[in-house]
């Protein structure tokens, strides 16, 4: 199975995605802010493997630690270096107050035990996160019928995790179970993460996808070329109002407009009960350069103004169904969520 990130000899360990599908590097840090710094560069991107990336690096720059003089001190600028990496998934904040946890409980036991309730408490987040896409996957494989193509947006797969996926372990698991499933993936300009990594984690494993710009799935809905749309997600209201990669609303709208169902398949880490609708969900803006340049090639006027909003929030009457480890909440959504979530 594919791993996107891990802890191997004090070190995080990662696969270097701003390389793929060109080169596969493994990138490996013994300082937490090279980690922190891998999540701001999107050497590691996708929600959950955010979330345990940074999860790992707190508890490498703790393990690193040799004075305790400032413990708390040291604990409080590691945890606030990765909350400033960037500010949508809220997997990244929910990884971090586990963190936080556990310190708090442990902050008067002996250091040496301080490390390993940190360290093991990042691999038990990171050995979670399977588990809870396995289980998504499960509950999502039941709305694929034999035959059927779906459409992604984005990646949403065992490098948006530690491994296996959400919106791509859905179609893994329904593939797992005998059912015949291709993918059509937007390539998701600007940083192509449909083209670069969905078609590169799903060609791996020997699955069918095809690759269109994002412009051209209009076109392809109107021709009954797809049947479901499956995407993730970086944070989810109380509502239901989802935030997912830039285009994941066009795509939504678009689906509505051709009667196609529209899926969020995500783990419950990232539903953020304090926010009350998609409206409040902050959203990250990125370097212009990211649009003015393809793989380092200008595309465009180098002084031309740019927007270039990293996400946006597709609202709860635009999706059919949101997929959880714990099941599918549906509309009405403010009470499913409420339900599947235990909030
Ligand atoms: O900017 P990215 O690449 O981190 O954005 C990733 C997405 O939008 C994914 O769809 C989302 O994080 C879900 S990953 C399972």
């Not at 310190?103 to 036991?109: G, Q, R, T």
Request: glycine letters at 6%.
């Amino acid at each position: 199975m594919l791993r996107t990130v891990w802890f191997e000899d004090g070190k995080v360990k990662l696969i270097d995605q701003t390389k793929l599908p060109q080169q596969e590097i493994i990138a490996q840090y013994d300082d937490y802010k090279e980690v922190a710094r891998a999540i701001v560069d999107m050497e590691v991107r996708g929600a959950p493997a955010i979330g345990v990336t940074a999860a790992l690096g707190i508890a490498l720059g703790i393990c690193k630690l040799v004075s305790l003089e400032n413990l708390k001190k040291d604990f409080l600028t590691i945890t606030e270096t990765f909350a400033k990496t960037r500010p949508t998934a809220v997997n990244l904040f929910w990884a971090i107050n586990r963190m936080r946890a556990v310190f708090e409980k442990e902050v008067n036991s002996d250091i040496s035990h301080i490390k390993q309730s940190l360290l093991d408490e990042a691999l038990k987040i990171a050995e979670e996160d399977i588990l809870i896409n396995q289980s998504i996957g499960n509950y999502g494989a039941k709305l694929l019928r034999d035959g059927e193509t779906v459409l992604t947006h984005c990646n949403a797969g065992a490098l948006a995790t530690v491994a296996y996926g959400t919106a791509l372990g859905v179609i893994r698991a329904a593939i797992a179970e005998g059912k015949n499933i291709k993918v059509i993936a937007d390539e998701t300009r600007p940083l192509l993460q449909g083209a670069r990594l969905t078609c590169w984690e799903l060609e791996k494993d020997g699955i069918d996808v095809t690759l269109i710009t994002d412009s051209m799935a209009g076109y392809l809905m109107k021709e009954k070329k797809i049947d479901k749309v499956i995407v993730g997600a970086d944070r989810i209201a109380a509502n239901g109002d989802t935030a997912n990669k830039i285009g994941t609303y066009s795509v939504a709208v678009l689906a509505k407009a051709n009667n196609i169902p529209f899926y969020i398949a995500a783990p419950i880490s990232t539903i953020d009960l304090s926010i009350n609708d998609g409206s409040k969900i902050p959203i990250e803006q990125r370097n212009a350069d990211e649009v003015r340049f393809i793989d380092g090639l200008l595309v465009a006027p180098k002084d031309v103004k740019v927007k270039n909003p990293a996400f946006d929030v597709t609202e709860n009457e635009l999706i059919s169904g949101i997929i959880t480890e714990k099941g599918v909440a549906r509309a009405p959504y403010r009470q499913s969520i409420k339900k599947i979530t235990g909030g």
